[in-house]
Every structure is written in structure tokens, then in C-alpha cells.
């Protein structure tokens, strides 16, 4: 026979032709299996495996989640049964402040409202709801007597916010400086030309001692932020609803 005369002519022969047997056997399945598993296997499944595998290695995109509101724009919320307020005096002559309570402008530039002088709104504490706002003009005309007897109409139970724009001093008499102060204003005779102030007070109640109540922030032509003006302030908290 052929083969018995060629593997006794190179017996060495023999082992190596047949590791080529096996390698051509191992291929030819190797390939129909391939093709075998292509028929069966959706395309799509086929598809996601090599993307996985793609993504083996990369490294993992970890994103922060996106902080949720809070009301009135606090960093963290008000604990349950409070109130969330937040006042921003005005600064210069084209920012108006803003006074919010339970995320609701009270006062404010959106809400045509906030004018030059001394900002005031009066909100009902057994019910949070706003029960007047009004600007009185301490520049040009004697507004005084206006705000005294808008403080003293306020009923008893009543939260009155306050805030600057432009200014809040000028024409501001003695005796609506000392009606404030008996609403618990420690800043009102401080209160100079130009100074940013905001300032929260209780009618018929006292706060929390730990409550944000006010803050004055006073012009001065060296460290002033907007020209003649100085850096605009706020004060912002939370008081509970059951201190009546």
C-alpha cells in the first residue's frame, strides 16, 4: 500500500501527519459549530455579549445625584410642622430684595411689588397665608407715620418680614425706629444711610431664641460692592407652628 511504503520510507512522518489530522478535524468542527450556534442564537444576544464585553475594564462613571429644591432655596429642608422663610435685602438701585415664605415670593421684583425704602410683609402664623405687603419710601417724602400705622394694624399672631432696597434710613423718624425696635430689632437704631438690613419679628408672640432674625450689613466706600452700596444680605430659618 502507498501508506505503508511512505511511512516505512519516513516512519518520523507518521506522528506529524497526524497531529495534522487533528488539527484539520479540530477546525472543520470548530467551524461548524460556528455555524451551528449563529442559527440558534439571536443576533441581538450576540451583540449585547460582545458590548459587555467591550465594557469589561472601563471604568465606572459615577455621577452625583441632582440636589432637590428646597423651599425658599434652603440648603436643607425645614424639619416637618415648621416654616421655611428666607429674606434678601435690596442692594443698589436695580436689585430689588426678596421676601419668601413657605416658598412663596412675597415680595419681590416677579412680583412688581418690592420698591425703594423699607419692604414689609405681614403674613397670618396660625395660617401662613400673606395678608398685606407694602413699601414705604424713606428718600423722598415723609413715609413714616404710613409704616407706624401699618405695623400697629397688623393683628396680634402676625409675622412681619422686613428688607431694604436703595435705602432705609434717611427720612426714617425716631418713632417708627423705636416701634421696630419693640418688635425686637436690635439693628433699627444702627440703621445708617445706605445699609443693607432684613430683619423677622412675631406680633403677639416671641421666636425661638435660636431663630435667624436679623442682620445689618452697613455702606462703606472701601469695602462697598456695588459702588455707594454694600453687599446685599439675607437671613433665612425655620420656625415651628405650634408657638400659639
Not at 500500500?1 to 479540530?26: H, R
Not at 462703606?220 to 459702588?227: A, I, P, S
Request: net charge positive; hydrophobic share 35%; aromatic share 10%.
Amino acid at each position: 500500500m502507498i501508506w505503508d511504503f511512505f511511512t516505512s520510507l519516513y516512519p518520523a512522518c507518521q506522528k506529524d501527519f497526524l497531529k495534522f489530522v487533528g488539527l484539520l478535524l479540530a477546525s472543520l468542527s470548530s467551524l461548524y459549530m460556528g455555524y451551528l450556534l449563529a442559527d440558534v442564537v439571536p443576533r441581538q444576544t450576540v451583540a449585547r455579549s460582545l458590548a459587555n464585553l467591550q465594557d469589561i475594564g472601563k471604568k465606572p462613571v459615577l455621577r452625583a445625584p441632582v440636589p432637590k429644591r428646597q423651599k425658599c432655596d434652603h440648603w436643607s429642608p425645614c424639619p416637618p410642622g415648621h416654616y421655611a422663610y428666607r429674606i434678601l435685602s435690596g442692594v443698589g438701585k436695580d436689585r430689588p430684595p426678596k421676601i419668601c415664605f413657605e416658598d412663596e415670593l412675597l415680595v419681590s421684583r416677579e412680583k412688581g411689588n418690592a420698591g425703594r425704602g423699607i419692604n414689609i410683609a405681614i403674613v397670618n402664623y396660625k395660617t401662613g397665608e400673606v395678608t398685606s405687603t407694602k413699601c414705604f419710601d424713606m428718600w423722598e417724602g415723609d413715609h413714616s407715620g404710613e409704616m407706624i400705622t401699618f405695623i400697629k394694624n397688623a393683628p396680634e399672631g402676625s409675622l412681619l418680614l422686613m428688607a431694604t432696597y436703595y435705602d432705609g434710613s434717611f427720612r426714617l423718624r425716631n418713632d417708627a425706629r423705636n416701634l421696630v425696635k419693640g418688635l425686637g430689632s436690635k439693628e433699627i437704631w444702627n440703621m445708617k444711610f445706605r445699609s443693607s438690613w432684613a430683619f423677622i419679628a412675631a406680633k403677639g408672640f416671641k421666636l425661638p431664641d435660636d431663630t435667624q432674625k436679623e442682620k445689618i450689613n452697613h455702606s462703606d466706600q472701601k469695602t462697598n460692592r456695588y459702588g455707594g452700596w454694600p453687599a446685599e444680605i439675607q437671613i433665612e430659618g425655620c420656625i415651628p407652628r405650634n408657638l400659639l
